[in-house]
């Protein structure tokens, strides 16, 4: 299986997952930030777990990137204030919207109208924030520097 299809593949799992959860519903989501569901929570904290788990292992492995080639890595760094203003926008942005990136997709496959409006405010932040700053932070790192992944 090709790495593309194998891509596509995962991305209709983690779209599936994410629908099965109810984690493309507002009201969801709502009720998770008004803690009165844990179970969102609990899905969320699990996965942290298995993909922080499982990047580690790679790394031990010297595991490398499929499409780049690159070996899997990341760096870390002190919180800057860059940080903390674009965690706060992402806050807000999923309390005001009821979703983030993820659940958006797994929105827009089911048809609901929501997710497009979120989709489309999610790329004016990104064409905004590009706008600000100039150029993309890939671009702004030093080459000898792995590629950060969140965890």
Do not use: Y
């Amino acid at each position: 299986m090709n790495v593309k299809l194998a891509g596509i593949f995962a991305g209709m799992g983690f779209g599936f997952l994410l629908s099965w959860s109810r984690l493309s519903d507002p009201t969801v989501i709502r009720n998770m930030l008004l803690l009165r569901e844990a179970h969102v929570f609990l899905i969320m904290g699990s996965a942290i777990v298995v993909a922080a788990a499982g990047l580690r292992l790679l790394r031990i492995a010297a595991s490398r990137a499929f499409v780049t080639g690159e070996p899997i890595g990341w760096s870390v760094q002190r919180p800057e204030l860059r940080h903390v203003i674009g965690s706060v926008i992402f806050g807000a942005g999923w309390s005001v919207a009821g979703t983030c990136p993820g659940p958006v997709a797994a929105m827009i496959g089911e048809g609901t109208l929501g997710g497009l409006t979120v989709a489309a405010g999610l790329l004016a932040g990104v064409a905004l924030q590009q706008t600000i700053v100039g150029t993309p932070a890939i671009e702004r790192q030093p080459a000898t520097a792995p590629h950060p992944v969140g965890l």
